[in-house]
Every structure is written in C-alpha cells, then in structure tokens.
C-alpha cells in the first residue's frame, strides 16, 4: 500500500510513467553492497562456528588426558 501511494505520489510529481519508475527501481543497486557483506558475515560467522564445533571435542579430551597426567605424578619433596 505504501509502495503503491509513493508511485502515485512519483508519477504525479514528476509526470514519469508508472512503468518508467518500476523499471528505475528494478535496476537500483545501491543495497547490493550491503547484501553483499551481510553474506560475507554470516559465511564468515558460519565457517567459525564450525571451526569451533570441530575442536572443541578434541580439546575437551586432550584436556583430561593433561589433567590425568597431572594426576599422576608424584612429587616428593627433599
């Protein structure tokens, strides 16, 4: 509805045909960039987490087995 008022308004303004002011707004681009980068973002975000998801088992382990080690040694002291 409000798409449809601002064409009217545009049309009368101007006196641009309807078809004229759908054809400009078709082939506006000033938002591509910031698509773009939204993209980027959340690949980036994306590729993150399971970089995370991947290790974290690995780490959780090799934590305990540190610990384990730990555990283990006796200390004596002179």
Do not use: C, W, Y
């Not at 078709?26 to 987490?49: K, N």
């Amino acid at each position: 509805m409000v798409l449809e008022m601002n064409i009217t308004a545009r049309v009368r303004q101007t006196g641009a045909s309807v078809k004229h002011i759908i054809a400009h707004f078709a082939g506006d681009e000033s938002g591509a960039v910031t698509v773009d980068f939204v993209v980027l973002t959340a690949s980036i975000t994306m590729l993150g987490l399971i970089v995370v998801t991947s290790f974290s088992g690995g780490a959780t382990e090799l934590a305990d087995e540190i610990d384990t080690a730990l555990d283990n040694i006796d200390v004596t002291l002179p």
